[in-house]
């Protein structure tokens, strides 16, 4: 495949394309080897680390910069740059020694503090002639063998994503779908050098001097792959359906673009209809109170608007006993139980203190915590009960807080994931046979994990393609219906698991597989093949799973 369609004089430079990449990425921390002059690094603006034992910058640098006059190699065995730049690398630029055993450590110890969606570009990866290509330099211009690292990443990893791109004057090559937990160069790095290192005259191949197989600079840069990338630091977002993504978003963008569009028009309606049916707006702002009696009136007042008229056990999570507190809502509403949790207890004691207090109307949560709110709110979920309310503290910062009605959506059906890895080829018409039941069919991941707790909460009855966030099982409580659609050589422990736990009826429906049983090149090919719903001979279990009476 070849994507190189501009004429050489409208190519980009590598610093044109380094440019365009930290505008579209927009990544939050940089790392550069091989500093020089400091004209690549200074393309960046966030926290970033240079390192080079020979630099002098002559570019002003601005912001968060930390540069390190030693060798790469030197500098990643005593040092972890994820401490000066407060996460893992985003963006990555190789370009220190141009000899190929140098670079292919570079990776290797860069990759070990990347995450799956940053993105490694090596410069001088595509030499136009075999002298600028020596180990040797004995020219102006000069790449080294550097370009046979990219050979050694698709061999080795086939796992990576390599793209040559059509850089003047040399190339550059873009590495994408790291995984820091990888030894794969390190265990075979003497048998690589034993293949790829070669006395001077280098035998470039032939589809590397005629850049064969390059992309056009801005044709890779307009597709929407970095964006994908950007939100690759979101904790629910997992590697292999990110590598499944990269690979959409690079080869089929109209798809990629249709689908992100469609998913995120079905996220907004299926949050307006539960808003507009079973949750209540989200906020019922309560406005800080002077006294005790003040504070508790206003609780009681923002929970009676959300739709809970006469709680009847509540529970006060707070740092430390609220006794003025729990009175003054003891005397406004005779009879109720006022729990009080100390949250500056360890967390599994916080959860006993709740769960022994029974089921609760609400759960007011009167910590100034905001930065874990979300978190907060996952825990507290299953000790409210249906149609009870969360109390949290303000969203927005202020000093009331949110009060939510817990959503009882009854039959959530999740979509397929519609990518090659554990796809449903016909999931959209599955996906039909859900909703013609009165399922809500959702994409998980379209939420934040509370709210998809939130969602999977009180449903009796769930339905779903495995390898489509169905996990959320987990948070189904109440006694609920599961039906898993799987290929037939997916290996259900986990939902078998959870539904022991939470006493869920698990039915699995098994498909025909793109890779059957006993084929296939390891487990990975098999748990994760591609597969087909097929109506003949699965339609009518599905039918009659679906629309048997749930148990009461
Ligand atoms: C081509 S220049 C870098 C240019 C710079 N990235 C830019 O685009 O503006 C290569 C640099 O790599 C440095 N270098 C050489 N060996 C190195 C090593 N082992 N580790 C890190 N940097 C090295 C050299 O000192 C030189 O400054």
Redesign the pocket.
Same mark, same amino acid.
């Given at each position: 495949m070849s994507h190189s369609a501009a004429p050489t004089d409208e190519r980009l430079s590598? %610093?044109e394309f *380094?440019t365009l990449l930290h505008e579209r990425l927009r990544p939050r921390t940089y790392l550069?080897?091989? &500093?020089? =002059?400091?004209?690549? *690094?200074?393309l960046s603006s966030v926290p970033r680390v240079g &390192? @080079?034992?020979?630099?002098?910058i002559e =570019?002003e640098l601005e912001g968060d910069v930390t540069l390190a006059r =030693? =060798?790469?190699?030197?500098?990643f065995a005593t040092t972890d740059p994820k401490d000066r730049l407060g996460g893992p690398v985003e963006l990555a630029?190789i370009?220190?020694? %141009?000899v190929f055993e140098?670079a292919l450590r @570079?990776f290797v110890n860069v990759e070990k503090h990347c995450r799956w969606s940053s993105v490694v570009v090596f @410069?001088?990866m595509l030499p136009r002639n075999v002298d600028e290509a020596a180990r040797d330099r004995h020219t102006l211009a000069w790449t080294g063998d550097v370009f046979w690292v990219a050979e050694v990443l698709r061999r080795y990893r086939p796992d990576l994503t390599v793209l040559p791109v059509d850089t003047v004057p040399t190339g550059v090559v873009v590495v994408l779908g790291a995984d820091p937990s990888s030894t794969v160069l390190q265990d075979h790095y003497q048998e690589i050098l034993d293949q790829y290192v070669h006395d001077d005259p280098q035998p470039v191949p032939d589809a590397i001097l005629r850049r064969q197989d390059a992309w056009d600079a801005r044709t890779l840069i307009r597709r929407p792959v970095w964006g994908l990338l950007h939100r690759g630091d979101r904790p629910w977002r997992r590697r292999e359906r990110g590598l499944a993504e990269i690979q959409e978003a690079l080869h089929q963008p109209d798809d990629y673009r249709r689908r992100r569009r469609a998913a995120r028009e079905k996220a907004q309606h299926v949050v307006r209809n539960v808003r507009a049916g079973r949750v209540r707006p989200g906020t019922t702002p309560v406005a800080p109170a002077e006294t005790p009696a003040d504070t508790a009136q206003s609780l009681l007042a923002a929970t009676t608007q959300a739709g809970l008229e006469a709680p009847r056990r509540i529970a006060l999570l707070a740092r430390g006993r609220r006794p003025a507190l729990a009175r003054e809502i003891r005397a406004l509403r005779p009879g109720i139980k006022v729990v009080q949790v100390d949250a500056r207890a360890r967390a599994a004691d916080v959860r006993l203190a709740l769960a022994s207090a029974g089921r609760l109307d609400a759960v007011v949560d009167l910590t100034p915590d905001r930065d874990g709110r979300a978190a907060r709110a996952r825990e507290l979920l299953p000790h409210v009960r249906k149609g009870g309310v969360l109390v949290l503290p303000d969203a927005a910062g202020g000093d009331g807080v949110d009060v939510r009605t817990i959503p009882t959506l009854a039959r959530v059906g999740v979509h397929g994931t519609h990518l090659w890895l554990r796809a449903c080829h016909n999931a959209a018409e599955v996906e039909s046979f859900f909703a013609e039941r009165g399922f809500e069919v959702l994409f998980p991941e379209d939420y934040p994990i509370a709210e998809q707790a939130q969602l999977f909460r009180f449903a009796r009855d769930v339905a779903g393609f495995g390898g489509s966030a169905m996990f959320n099982v987990a948070f189904a409580t109440e006694p609920a219906r599961v039906c898993l659609i799987s290929a037939e050589t997916y290996s259900p422990q986990n939902e078998a698991m959870i539904a022991a736990a939470n006493g869920h009826r698990l039915t699995m429906v098994w498909c025909h597989a793109d890779v059957p049983h006993g084929s296939g090149t390891g487990v990975d090919s098999r748990m994760h093949t591609p597969f087909t719903f097929d109506f003949d001979r699965e339609g009518a279990f599905l039918k009659r799973v679906l629309d048997e009476p749930l148990p009461a």
């Amino acid at each position: 495949m070849s994507h190189s369609a501009a004429p050489t004089d409208e190519r980009l430079s590598r %610093h044109e394309f *380094l440019t365009l990449l930290h505008e579209r990425l927009r990544p939050r921390t940089y790392l550069e080897v091989g &500093v020089s =002059t400091g004209r690549s *690094l200074a393309l960046s603006s966030v926290p970033r680390v240079g &390192v @080079d034992p020979a630099y002098r910058i002559e =570019t002003e640098l601005e912001g968060d910069v930390t540069l390190a006059r =030693t =060798t790469s190699d030197e500098y990643f065995a005593t040092t972890d740059p994820k401490d000066r730049l407060g996460g893992p690398v985003e963006l990555a630029f190789i370009d220190g020694m %141009h000899v190929f055993e140098y670079a292919l450590r @570079d990776f290797v110890n860069v990759e070990k503090h990347c995450r799956w969606s940053s993105v490694v570009v090596f @410069d001088d990866m595509l030499p136009r002639n075999v002298d600028e290509a020596a180990r040797d330099r004995h020219t102006l211009a000069w790449t080294g063998d550097v370009f046979w690292v990219a050979e050694v990443l698709r061999r080795y990893r086939p796992d990576l994503t390599v793209l040559p791109v059509d850089t003047v004057p040399t190339g550059v090559v873009v590495v994408l779908g790291a995984d820091p937990s990888s030894t794969v160069l390190q265990d075979h790095y003497q048998e690589i050098l034993d293949q790829y290192v070669h006395d001077d005259p280098q035998p470039v191949p032939d589809a590397i001097l005629r850049r064969q197989d390059a992309w056009d600079a801005r044709t890779l840069i307009r597709r929407p792959v970095w964006g994908l990338l950007h939100r690759g630091d979101r904790p629910w977002r997992r590697r292999e359906r990110g590598l499944a993504e990269i690979q959409e978003a690079l080869h089929q963008p109209d798809d990629y673009r249709r689908r992100r569009r469609a998913a995120r028009e079905k996220a907004q309606h299926v949050v307006r209809n539960v808003r507009a049916g079973r949750v209540r707006p989200g906020t019922t702002p309560v406005a800080p109170a002077e006294t005790p009696a003040d504070t508790a009136q206003s609780l009681l007042a923002a929970t009676t608007q959300a739709g809970l008229e006469a709680p009847r056990r509540i529970a006060l999570l707070a740092r430390g006993r609220r006794p003025a507190l729990a009175r003054e809502i003891r005397a406004l509403r005779p009879g109720i139980k006022v729990v009080q949790v100390d949250a500056r207890a360890r967390a599994a004691d916080v959860r006993l203190a709740l769960a022994s207090a029974g089921r609760l109307d609400a759960v007011v949560d009167l910590t100034p915590d905001r930065d874990g709110r979300a978190a907060r709110a996952r825990e507290l979920l299953p000790h409210v009960r249906k149609g009870g309310v969360l109390v949290l503290p303000d969203a927005a910062g202020g000093d009331g807080v949110d009060v939510r009605t817990i959503p009882t959506l009854a039959r959530v059906g999740v979509h397929g994931t519609h990518l090659w890895l554990r796809a449903c080829h016909n999931a959209a018409e599955v996906e039909s046979f859900f909703a013609e039941r009165g399922f809500e069919v959702l994409f998980p991941e379209d939420y934040p994990i509370a709210e998809q707790a939130q969602l999977f909460r009180f449903a009796r009855d769930v339905a779903g393609f495995g390898g489509s966030a169905m996990f959320n099982v987990a948070f189904a409580t109440e006694p609920a219906r599961v039906c898993l659609i799987s290929a037939e050589t997916y290996s259900p422990q986990n939902e078998a698991m959870i539904a022991a736990a939470n006493g869920h009826r698990l039915t699995m429906v098994w498909c025909h597989a793109d890779v059957p049983h006993g084929s296939g090149t390891g487990v990975d090919s098999r748990m994760h093949t591609p597969f087909t719903f097929d109506f003949d001979r699965e339609g009518a279990f599905l039918k009659r799973v679906l629309d048997e009476p749930l148990p009461a």
